[in-house]
Each structure stands twice: as structure tokens, then as C-alpha cells.
């Protein structure tokens, strides 16, 4: 199948868990036999040709917090209808609102809901309004719909009458690495909280940074790995409660190797949000075989089960209590660290996640409902080497 990704930012995925996602699911769709077309912001990605058997095209946007994805979807859309996917695959609620136009063309069109983005703190009115009306053509106007987490499939299900698909993320095996490039930033192993993620309110940072101002113990230090998503003045605020604290480090938005250094020598990691899909984050750190500490909203407690520790969301005075437990028991963290890295292994796999995205748009051509998102057995295998050889315009 030829197969188009819009509504991202783009790959090769720096920051944004949508553009882990979906740099993830197309490089394997790739390695399964189809043709995968990747659509990047020129502002986020310099990339440009195939990586790693993705063709990746850069088109402009109107690069505002306003304007960004609503105005790069629309181009990308105009482009793919030239091009004549088979399947036309919609990343997040706003760009679902064109996910009817390659259908006029002939082409499948598949959205997938990461989070409900209207409740996201950064919004101001008008945008909170729009993106709240765009779940409706996310459920009406695709073929297909896919969410990422249980809690999203039962909001949807309920209150569109529908019936959409759960497909969660996934996760990447953890790679380890000593100490080295992290010890320019004074940091050593198991010295340090980790939060790794967009420095936005629904992240919950401020609470994490409050509770941990409170703790006065030197040898302990908080490491926050993101940066602003158009979220400059939520950043300054988390400047003005680091204030002179040498122990809170604002390193930005982090990759690769260091990333992979800091993961590998966190003591524990902390996601105390207000607001998730299902976060890559998280699950990148328990496969790191990480202690988490995290709020319990639904959609956190989805994604670690029973394995971690969690705390009352929004309540700073439970995070520090949680927090000074954890940093005092350090045989407790190792315990919760090994129970979250054997969960991670069994229910997080990209490529169980790829077959059952790709089950999606087989079953689409076949005019057969997909009422479960899970990969397709034994006997349907066959059937995808005829799907691969053959053109379904």
C-alpha cells in the first residue's frame, strides 16, 4: 500500500511524542513491504529524501501558535490528493477536520486521536472551542479511527455512538550508558529526578518543581529535560520558582546520546501531569527499567498498571510526601524499577502496535469492520504479501 502520515511535525523525531509515534509506526510499515510518505514542517525538520525507507516531504507552514498544524495540514492535503495514496493517515484532532478530502480522490483515511488537545493549557478560548468541535470529524469523518488509550476509547465510544480502535504507544528497549556527557551538567548516577517533556502547564512541571524546592537535600538534584511548545511564559514561571536553586537543572529540549545517559542514570523519573493521550514518555521510562513516580490520572495509571508509585494529581503537598519516601528507600525504588521494566517488556512492543495499525487499513480494503486492534493471526498472513503487490487505487 502507499501509505501518507499527516498532522505531524515531522521525522526524524526530535521532541513530541506524536513524532516518535509516528516515526515508530512508518519506518516499520516500511520494513513490511509498503511505501510510507512522511509530511514535516520545514521548521522542525531539515531532513529531507528518504530516512530510513520513509520518503519525507518538508512543506511551509504559517509557523504561529495558531496556525502551525491547521495551515501545514491543509498544504500536505492538496499535496497527497496529486499523489494518490491508498491510505491517508491523520495524526491528532485538528488536522482530522480534513481527513474527508482524500476520500473524494478514492484513497482510506485513517485518524488517530493522541489526546484530547482542548484541554490543553496552552489554548485560549477560540482554539479550545475549535479543537473541542474538531472531535466530532475525528469519529465522522475518516474511515477508520484510532486512539491510543483506553480512557480515550471509552470518552469516544460513549459519546459519538461509535466504535474506534485502541491502539496504544509503544516503546523502544532502553539503551544504556555510563555517566559521561552528563557530568558536564554536575549530574552523576542515581543523583538526580528526571522529567522528560514539553515544558507546557498540562505537563504538571510547576508542581514537580515546587514539591521539590521543598526538599533541601544537597545531594539530590531534578533534571528537567524539554523545552517551550509555544509556552514561553509557562517557562519563565518555572524560571521564577527555580529561582537561585543550583540543584534544578533546565537543560531543554534533549537528545540521543545524552538523552539515552540520562535515562539510563536517573535515580527515579517523575511525570505529575494533568493531562495525557498515552505518553511515550512514561513508557520510554519504565522500559529504561526506571522507579516512576507519576499522577494518578487514568491515562498515567492505564500505562503503568500496578507496577509504579502514584500520587494525588495537583496536590504538591502528596508529590513531596512521595518524593522524600522514594529518595529514603532506595531499596524500594530498585524494587519498583524492576516490576516496571517487566511490564514494559510485555505490553509496549512497536511492532505489535505496527500490525495492528496495518490491520486497520487491510481491513478497510476488505470492507470488514475492525472491532479489535490486534494483530493479524497466522492464517491472514498470506494475505499481506497479496495486498503488497497490488496497486488499490
Same mark, same amino acid.
Given at each position: ?10 521525522? @526524524? +523525531? ?5 513524532? &516518535?509515534? /509516528?516515526? =515508530? ?76 478530502? @482524500? ?9 488517530? /486521536? ?22 466530532? @470529524? ?15 476509547? =471509552? ?15 509503544? +516503546? ?43 526538599? =533541601? ?5 531534578? /533534571? ?10 509557562? /517557562? ?10 543550583? &540543584? ?49 490520572? @487514568? ?42 521494566? &517487566? ?8 511492532? &505489535?502496535?505496527?500490525?495492528?495499525? =496495518? ?35
Amino acid at each position: 500500500m502507499r501509505i501518507a502520515m499527516i498532522g505531524q511535525k515531522g521525522i @526524524p +523525531a526530535t521532541y513530541g511524542g506524536i513524532e &516518535r509515534h /509516528v516515526e =515508530e509506526i512508518a519506518t516499520r510499515l516500511v520494513e513490511r513491504g509498503h511505501e510510507v510518505d512522511v509530511y514535516s514542517r520545514v521548521h522542525y525538520s531539515r531532513h529531507t529524501g528518504d530516512f530510513r525507507g520513509v520518503h519525507t516531504h518538508r512543506l511551509p507552514s504559517l509557523n504561529t501558535k495558531h496556525l502551525d498544524a491547521i495551515s501545514h495540514c491543509a498544504f500536505s492535503t492538496l499535496d497527497a490528493l496529486a499523489r494518490r495514496y491508498d491510505v491517508v493517515h491523520y495524526h491528532a484532532l485538528g488536522p482530522a477536520v480534513f481527513a474527508t478530502v @482524500p476520500r473524494i480522490a478514492g484513497a482510506k483515511t485513517v485518524v488517530t /486521536v493522541h489526546g484530547l488537545d482542548w484541554e490543553r493549557g496552552k489554548w485560549g478560548k477560540f482554539a479550545t472551542w475549535f479543537l473541542r468541535l474538531c472531535e466530532n @470529524p475525528a469519529v465522522r469523518f475518516p474511515n477508520k479511527t484510532i486512539v491510543v488509550s483506553q480512557t480515550l476509547k =471509552e470518552y469516544f465510544d460513549k459519546k459519538y455512538n461509535t466504535e474506534t480502535v485502541m491502539i496504544p504507544n509503544g +516503546a523502544n528497549p532502553g539503551v544504556h550508558r555510563p555517566p559521561n556527557k552528563i557530568k558536564r551538567f554536575g549530574l552523576d548516577k542515581n543523583r538526580y529526578i528526571l522529567f522528560v517533556g514539553r515544558l507546557v502547564p498540562e505537563k504538571g512541571c510547576h508542581y514537580l518543581m515546587e514539591a521539590f524546592t521543598r526538599i =533541601e537535600d544537597p545531594n539530590v538534584h531534578l /533534571v528537567m529535560a524539554g523545552g517551550s511548545s509555544f509556552s514561553d511564559g509557562y /517557562v519563565d514561571s518555572l524560571m521564577r520558582i527555580r529561582g537561585n536553586d543550583e &540543584r534544578i537543572h533546565m537543560l531543554g529540549y534533549v537528545y540521543g546520546d545524552l538523552l539515552d545517559e540520562l535515562w539510563t542514570n536517573a535515580y527515579m523519573v517523575a511525570q505529575p501531569s494533568v493531562l495525557e493521550g498515552l505518553s511515550i514518555s512514561l513508557i520510554e521510562a519504565i522500559s529504561h527499567g526506571k522507579c516512576v513516580l507519576v499522577s494518578d490520572i @487514568p491515562e498515567n495509571l492505564e500505562v503503568v498498571a500496578d507496577c509504579a508509585v502514584s500520587h494525588r494529581t495537583r496536590d504538591v503537598d502528596d508529590l513531596e510526601a512521595k518524593l522524600r519516601e522514594l529518595i529514603d528507600d532506595p531499596h524500594r525504588v530498585g524494587r519498583v524499577a524492576e516490576a516496571c521494566q &517487566r511490564h514494559a517488556e510485555a505490553h509496549y512492543s512497536w511492532s &505489535r502496535i505496527v500490525e495492528a495499525t =496495518e490491520a486497520v487499513y487491510l481491513d478497510l480494503f476488505a470492507g470488514k469492520p475492525n472491532k479489535e486492534a490486534a494483530p493479524p493471526d497466522e492464517e491472514a498472513r498470506p494475505k499481506l504479501t497479496l495486498v503488497k503487490d497490488r496497486h488499490l487505487g
